[in-house]
């Protein structure tokens, strides 16, 4: 096996089959960078599960790890288990794999930067109003200047370590991410791309969850300040 340069962390919650398909896509994209990789799944079930494979190759570059509970919990697992030196961690659900391949190929031409998803398409108009408020909120009380601070995939090199140290385990793990670049001095480019939207299923928005995210956000600055 090639020691991977590429480690993606993909936090898949509860697995269904339209993932099987689009590792398949996510692994053709990988190939063309023609370096090293791995891809990580951290489930959220401890239900067996394992993704279908190439048993020549994809068997021992993706692999399944324990599960863990909550967004910033699956990507804090999987980034402490990678071995790549260009990490990414993306949500499946909202990410094609065109867009995955273009930017880890733009990270490993520039190496020097983070990169961050900037999504041109919500779901609804109430998700739309939603992160348009929690980045401004974001904006306000932490001082990141950024308009879509949850966008993922987020790529980043290994030598960035301050973004291997963060420590929520919620959904609050993207601002925390934001954050951290700007205390730490990171540069950051947001990259606009073209979300998958959930057209093909009812979506679902949490009120609780994203009420609880609005009024942690002060608990973060207050932490940072410390």
């Known amino acids: 096996m090639i020691e991977p340069s590429i480690s993606v962390v993909l936090p898949v919650g509860t697995p269904q089959g339209p993932l099987e398909g689009l590792l398949q896509a996510y692994a053709l994209e990988l190939d063309a960078l023609g370096r090293g990789w791995e891809m990580l799944l951290v489930p959220s079930t401890s239900a067996p599960w394992s993704p ?5 190759t994809d068997a021992e570059r993706i692999r399944v790890l324990a599960p863990a ?8 697992s999987g980034l402490r288990a990678s071995a790549g030196d260009l990490l990414c ?18 990270a490993s031409n520039n190496r020097e930067l983070v990169l961050r998803a900037n999504r041109r398409t919500r779901d ?42 963060l420590r929520s385990d919620d ?49 973060l600055r207050a932490r940072a300040a410390r």
């Open 52 to 56: 279908s494979a190439n048993p020549d």
């Open 89 to 106: 961690y993306t949500s499946w659900h909202r990410t094609p794999a065109v867009a995955l391949g273009e930017m880890l190929k733009l």
């Open 171 to 219: 959904d609050l793990f993207d601002a925390e991410f934001a954050l951290v670049c700007e205390l730490a001095g990171y540069p950051v480019i947001e990259v606009p791309i073209d979300a998958v939207l959930q057209a093909d299923r009812a979506v679902h928005t949490d009120y609780r969850a994203a009420l609880r995210m609005y009024a942690n956000v002060p608990r």
């Open 124 to 165: 609804t108009r109430i998700q739309r109003l939603g992160s348009l408020l929690f980045n401004v909120e974001c904006r306000l009380l932490l001082q990141i200047p950024a308009w879509d601070v949850n966008g993922t995939p987020k790529v980043f090199p290994r030598e960035f370590r301050r973004l291997l140290e």
């Open 69 to 76: 509970s909550g967004w910033g919990a699956a990507v804090r």
